[in-house]
T-cell receptor, first 113, second 114 residues
Framework: DQQVKQNSPSLSVQEGRISILNCDYT??????FLWYKKYPAEGPTFLIS?????DKNEDGRFTVFLNKSAKHLSLHIVPSQPGDSAVYFC????????????FGTGTRLKVLA | DTGVSQDPRHKITKRGQNVTFRCDPI?????LYWYRQTLGQGPEFLTY????????KSRLLSDRFSAERPKGSFSTLEIQRTEQGDSAMYLC????????????FGSGTRLTVV
């Protein structure tokens, strides 16, 4: 039962353009969402988060949007840079006092110079 | 502080052997997590500690797996009688309090069971 889904395994974008990575979830009790970036042979690196009480959070070139009614979040990277090429994971946390996150399967982003 | 350290980086073991991995979290972080990642999948939660107390364990953590965090500092994850299906990247992460701002992950230990 995949509660957090990233349906696009890969995405290619030209340098300077916008990258949009999508994530869907099934559990309406999720209250906090994270995006991580992972380079080969390294652990995931935290990028940006959003609480379920917000619909947008911005940090520099990275913006996360949350649509609770659609159970959908997206990460926008503008402008995309070749160094952004990595695997991106979204993760969600429930409200039942747990501190574990459920991760999606990831989207491999390739930014073409 | 150099972040979350995991040792070893790579481990190759024969089926049936026991293996132990170590994680040193960021020193001021009181929460420590173990995750497992297989090829093409996202990290899957195994267990987490608040200080020395193990507060949650996944059903993925069979009785061959045991984790400890003595004195609330470093943690060890032991796998007994390894099976080929245990081959994966084992990731450790730490956070302050609720982890609402994301974990800091280590680089992981890649286990290959042959």
């Amino acid at each position: 039962d995949q509660q957090v889904k990233q349906n696009s395994p890969s995405l290619s974008v030209q340098e300077g353009r916008i990258s949009i990575l999508n994530c869907d979830y099934t559990n309406s009790m999720f209250d906090y969402f994270l995006w991580y970036k992972k380079y080969p042979a390294e652990g995931p690196t935290f990028l940006i988060s959003i609480s379920s009480i917000k619909d947008k959070n911005e940090d520099g070139r990275f913006t996360v949007f949350l649509n609770k009614s659609a159970k959908h979040l997206s990460l926008h990277i503008v402008p995309s840079q070749p160094g952004d090429s990595a695997v991106y994971f979204c993760a969600a946390r429930g409200t039942s006092g747990t501190y574990k996150y459920i991760f999606g399967t990831g989207t491999r982003l390739k930014v073409l110079a | 502080d150099t972040g979350v350290s995991q040792d070893p980086r790579h481990k190759i073991t024969k089926r049936g052997q026991n293996v132990t991995f170590r994680c040193d979290p960021i020193s001021e972080h009181n929460r420590l997590y173990w995750y497992r990642q297989t090829l093409g999948q996202g990290p899957e939660f195994l267990t987490y500690f608040q200080n020395e107390a193990q507060l949650e364990k996944s059903r993925l953590l069979s009785d061959r797996f045991s984790a400890e965090r003595p004195k609330g500092s470093f943690s060890t994850l032991e796998i007994q009688r390894t099976e080929q299906g245990d081959s994966a990247m084992y990731l450790c992460a730490s956070s302050l309090q609720g982890g609402s701002y994301g974990y800091t992950f280590g680089s992981g230990t890649r286990l290959t069971v042959v």
